[in-house]
């Protein structure tokens, strides 16, 4: 099991203490300068997250237990702040990861990245330069973020080491054919491969998700040895939710990111009254009592609790099956004797 301090923020992170509040992901801005097809918020209107509010959410989640927050957007480097959110939760101590199309990071953003110790996560679900300008909207941005990860790489950004650089991929079937491509460049920048679940909002819809006996011939013919990461595939168990939270750009608090529960709002209550008192979050921390379908009799159940996010939006349901977990299979039908809880 790995330490709470464990530099890959893509592992499961034992916990400290019952009822840690270990986990932050941050939607900083909607502000982006792609226009993703699959986002699941490129039609928001542009938003930046209240500092103050953030910072005072940030100042009582220490109090919690905070280890690792997320930086997300639309594209967090557009956010007004980011520097100053970066100044804080590493004077704090909190390991921080972002999330970037990564685009905006030349060399001197490299090095000041690398110098605060900052993991970056950069999305990308194709190399052909026509089909990323289609997909992202992004003329012209294609070799950017190519040299981008040159740029990390040459300020000491590595696959196994702290700070951290990875490309994040999602697994869904317009890109399938280009994972193996993407894993094969990720190994020859010296960077990590990582492979998301790809959850069905936004403009993703359900029948664009690769299906589970695709993405299991990928991990058993190309994973190979390389630093490859397949959250929920059964041996990179995810504890979020049990232990985190989302901060949209809106100030209101959802479960995780890719689950549209709002539980709470930092413009009304604070962070530490809706972690304690929130239903849900509550029902969250102690999932494995809950789950229901193929998760419910699975005999990994407490050690993996398959993608919740990806449960809700097959079935309106937190508590149903994983339609993609590895090891059972897709599950036909489920009503929830639960009401999903939403």
């Known amino acids: 099991m790995n330490s709470p301090n464990n530099p890959n923020p893509w592992e499961y992170t034992e916990l400290e203490f019952p009822g840690q509040l270990a986990y932050l992901t941050v939607s900083c801005t909607t502000r982006c300068n792609f226009t993703c097809d699959f986002c699941s918020k490129k039609d928001y209107a542009t938003t930046d997250l209240d500092y103050a509010i953030l910072e005072n959410a940030l100042s009582e989640s220490l109090l919690l237990g905070l280890r690792k927050v997320e930086l997300t957007g639309g594209e967090a480097l557009l956010y007004p702040r980011f520097w100053d959110v970066v100044a804080y939760l590493r004077e704090n101590d909190v390991m921080v990861q972002l999330v970037t199309n990564g685009s905006l990071i030349d060399r001197a953003v490299a090095g000041k990245l690398a110098e605060a110790r900052i993991n970056v996560a950069i999305s ?4 052909d330069p026509e089909e ?36 994040h991929s999602l697994g869904s079937r317009k890109n399938f054919g280009e994972l193996e491509r993407l894993r094969n460049f990720a190994a020859q920048k010296g960077c990590g ?49 049990k232990a985190g939270c989302y901060i949209g750009s809106d100030a209101k608090i959802h479960p995780c990111s890719g689950i549209d529960i709002e539980v ?19 029902r969250c ?33 937190l508590t149903g099956p994983d339609p993609g977990c590895f090891r059972f299979g897709e599950d036909r039908q489920f009503n929830s ?5 939403a």
Not at 145 to 156: P, R, W, Y
Not at 219 to 236: C, I, K, M, R, Y
Not at 276 to 282: F, N, Q
């Open 285 to 317: 921390r102690t999932i494995d009592d809950h789950l229901e379908g193929s998760c419910g009799t699975c005999p990994e159940r407490g050690r993996c609790y398959g993608c919740r996010a990806v449960a809700y939006a097959t079935w309106g349901s």
């Open 193 to 241: 491969f990582v492979l998301n679940r790809a959850i069905p909002v936004g403009g993703l819809q359900a029948d664009n998700v690769a299906s589970t006996t695709d993405l299991k011939r990928f991990l058993d013919n190309e994973a190979g040895d390389h630093q490859v990461s397949v959250p929920f595939s059964g041996d990179t168990p995810c504890n979020r939710l």
């Open 264 to 282: 709470g709002d930092l413009r009304k209550e604070s962070i530490a009254t809706i972690w304690r008192e929130s239903k849900i979050l509550d």
């Open 337 to 341: 004797r639960q009401g999903g809880w």
């Open 124 to 127: 990308l679900t194709t190399l």
């Open 132 to 167: 990323f300008s289609r997909v992202t909207g992004g003329k012209g941005e294609h070799r950017a973020v190519l040299e981008t990860l040159e740029h990390l790489g040459d300020a000491g950004y590595r696959a196994d080491r702290y700070p951290m650089f990875a490309i």
